[in-house]
C-alpha cells in the first residue's frame, strides 16, 4: 500500500538549518521538541513509547522504519512519548504476522506527526557536530519565519523537569501479591519491561508517583526500593533526592536505573551535565570494572554524572564506565545498601546483557 496524502515537510532546527523531507500521511501540522537520534535496528515501537524520550523530536538512524509493523504488547508505557518521528524510509506494509496493525495505524492512534525521506545520514551527522538542539517539524513549509519565532519560546531542556508529565497519578500494584518480595518503586518515567522483570524474580511492586515522599513509601513496608528512568534534567527533581537521601541514610536496598542514576548521585552532592548529543541505542559498549567484563547495552540518556566529583567523593566507586566517551554508567556506595546504572538493563528493546543487574538487586534485599 502506497499512502497518496503527503505532503511536504521539514525539520527546522534551533539554529536556522533545515532539511527537507514529507509528511508519512495522517496527521498534519506542527510539532516541537529536543532532536535526538537511535542507533537501534529494531525496537522502535518500545523506543516511542519510553517515557525518557518524553518532549523529543525521534531520528532513527535505522534506513526502514515499519517494516514488522505494531504490535500491542511491545510497548512500555501507555501511549507514545515522543513528540515526533523523522526518519528516512517509512514502511506502510509490513509482514510480520504477529503484528495487530501497521505502524502508521499506531502512530495515528495516538496523533503522532511523522515525516519521512528526510536524508537521517545528514542530519544526525549534524547533530553529532552541533549537539543535541530544540526543534520543529512542519508540514506548514510555507511559514519558515512563523515557525522560527514558535522555536524560540520553546523551553530548553537543560532545567526542564518532566517526570511530573509521565508519571503516575496514583500508587498502583505490579506483580504477584503473594510474591516473597515487595519493591516502593518510585515513577519518574518508568517502563513496563522493568515491572515485569522485577515481577519475574517474585517480587510484587507498589509504584508512586514522582512526588511521593519516603514516608509514604516506608508505610507499604517495602523490602527494597528502586527508582526508576524517566526524562528531562533530574537537577529539579528535588523531591526525589530527598526520598533517596532517606533510603540511603537509613541503608536500605536501593537500586536506580538512567535517570534514577542521576538522582542518587545528586542526593549524594555529585552533580550532573547535559551532554553534547547524549547515548541512545541498544548496542553502547560499557565495561563492568568490578569483573572487567564488557557489556552491550541498552540507553537514552542526554545527562550523565560528573566524573571527576564520583570519583572524588570517598563513599561512592564507580562501577561501570561507558567505553565510547569513558563517562559513568554505573555507581555504588561503599557503605550502603545503594547501586545504580546508567542504562536500561531490562532490554526493552536491547540486548540482554545486563540483566544480572536485576538479580543483584534482589540479592542485595534477601542478605540486607
Excluded at 535496528?41 to 525521534?58: A, H, L, N, R, V
Excluded at 509521565?166 to 505490579?174: A, L, N
Aim: with cysteine.
Amino acid at each position: 500500500m502506497k499512502y497518496n496524502k503527503r505532503e511536504k515537510a521539514i525539520i527546522l532546527l534551533a539554529d536556522g538549518t533545515i532539511f527537507y523531507g514529507k509528511s508519512v500521511g495522517g496527521k498534519k501540522g506542527t510539532s516541537f521538541g529536543e532532536v535526538c537520534f537511535n542507533t537501534g535496528m529494531t525496537g522502535y515501537q518500545e523506543i516511542f513509547t519510553d517515557p525518557s524520550y518524553f518532549g523529543q523530536i525521534m531520528v532513527t538512524t535505522n534506513a526502514h522504519i515499519g517494516n514488522y509493523g505494531a504490535n500491542d504488547e511491545e510497548v512500555e508505557s501507555d501511549s507514545i512519548k515522543i513528540s515526533g518521528l523523522v526518519c528516512r524510509n517509512f514502511s506502510y506494509d509490513y509482514s510480520r504476522e504477529d503484528a495487530d496493525s501497521s505502524l502508521l495505524e499506531f502512530l495515528n492512534k495516538y496523533s503522532l506527526l511523522a515525516i519521512s525521506d528526510v536524508d537521517t545520514r545528514a542530519l544526525v551527522s549534524y547533530i553529532r557536530d552541533n549537539g543535541a538542539m530544540n526543534a520543529v517539524i512542519s508540514t506548514e513549509v510555507d511559514n519558515i519565519e512563523g515557525l522560527k519565532k514558535q522555536l524560540a519560546e520553546i523551553p530548553d531542556m537543560n532545567g526542564l523537569e518532566l517526570s511530573s508529565k509521565v508519571s503516575t497519578k496514583e500508587p498502583y500494584f505490579y506483580g504477584d501479591e503473594n510474591a516473597s518480595i515487595k519493591i516502593a518503586a518510585l515513577d519518574i518515567g518508568i517502563k513496563k519491561n522493568i515491572l515485569r522483570n522485577l515481577a519475574s524474580r517474585d517480587a510484587y511492586i507498589k509504584v508512586y508517583p514522582y512526588n511521593a515522599s519516603f514516608e509514604e513509601m516506608e508505610a507499604w513496608n517495602p523490602d527494597g526500593y528502586f527508582l526508576s528512568n524517566g526524562p528531562g534534567d533530574p537537577e529539579p527533581l528535588k523531591e526525589a533526592q530527598e526520598v533517596a537521601k532517606e533510603i540511603i541514610k537509613r541503608d536500605l536496598p536501593l537500586f536506580g536505573i538512567c535517570l534514577g542514576h542521576q538522582v542518587i548521585a545528586l542526593a549524594n552532592g555529585i552533580s550532573t551535565y547535559k551532554m553534547h548529543h547524549g547515548h541512545r541505542g541498544i548496542n553502547h559498549p560499557v565495561k563492568n570494572l568490578i569483573t572487567g567484563k564488557g557489556e552491550i547495552t541498552s540507553q537514552n540518556h542526554g545527562f550523565a554524572v560528573n566524573r571527576e566529583e564520583a570519583e572524588k567523593h570517598p563513599d561512592i566507586e564507580i562501577t561501570h564506565i561507558h567505553l565510547n566517551d569513558n563517562t559513568v554508567a554505573g555507581i555504588k556506595m561503599k557503605n550502603k545498601n545503594c547501586f545504580s546504572v546508567q542504562y536500561h538493563p531490562e532490554a526493552s528493546p536491547g540486548p540482554h546483557d545486563a540483566s544480572y543487574l536485576f538479580d543483584q538487586f534482589i540479592e542485595n534485599i534477601k542478605n540486607k
